[in-house]
């Protein structure tokens, strides 16, 4: 039985859901750039929501929230503490110039994310480990602190 918690905004989902129902009918059609935004013909960047996959150990005490951020450097990446949530964000900027022909052609894509988790009670920040390896950080804390831990009282 694990005693975690996390925090879930049912509104981000409910505005995925809309931008991809919408997307095709009211927008322009739409490519994937290399630091995975959702691009329309104008370059301009749609949306920027990497993947998160959350791994609860069986034989450990230890919960991993993997990333998936192409493209992204360690420097972009924030990992903030704060009332129990455990908060990632970061910022990608991508640029691309060409010139040939007497033409020349710049193309620039802009990115923010956040994501909130809810830590389990009593985690100290420095319980929480991260690393980020060929754009996937890895983000690993217990799922279950001391305090937590069942005790047996006997009865005399």
């Known amino acids: 039985m694990s005693l975690m918690h996390f925090y879930y905004d049912p509104f981000t989902e409910f505005d995925r859901l809309f931008d991809d129902a919408f997307a095709a009918r009211f927008r322009p059609p739409t490519t994937t750039s290399e630091v995975g935004h959702a691009v329309n013909s104008n370059n301009a960047v749609t949306s920027f929501r990497p993947r998160m996959d959350l791994h609860e150990a069986n034989d450990g005490n230890t919960v991993t ?3 998936e951020l192409p493209g992204m450097k360690s420097e972009d990446v924030t990992i903030d503490i704060h009332q129990g949530r455990l908060t990632v964000s970061g910022e990608t900027t ?3 110039a060409q010139e040939e ?3 020349a052609v710049r193309e620039r894509h802009y990115g923010k994310f956040s994501r ?3 830590l389990p009670i009593g985690t100290k920040p420095d319980d929480v480990n991260a690393k980020m390896d060929d754009g996937v950080l890895r983000v690993t804390f217990p799922k279950v602190t001391a305090e937590q831990q ?6 005399q």
Request: aromatic share 12%; net charge positive; charged share 5%.
């Open 116 to 118: 909130t988790l809810q």
């Open 94 to 96: 991508s640029s691309h």
């Open 65 to 67: 929230a993997t990333f």
């Open 101 to 103: 022909g007497g033409y």
């Open 150 to 155: 069942p005790h047996r009282i006997t009865v």
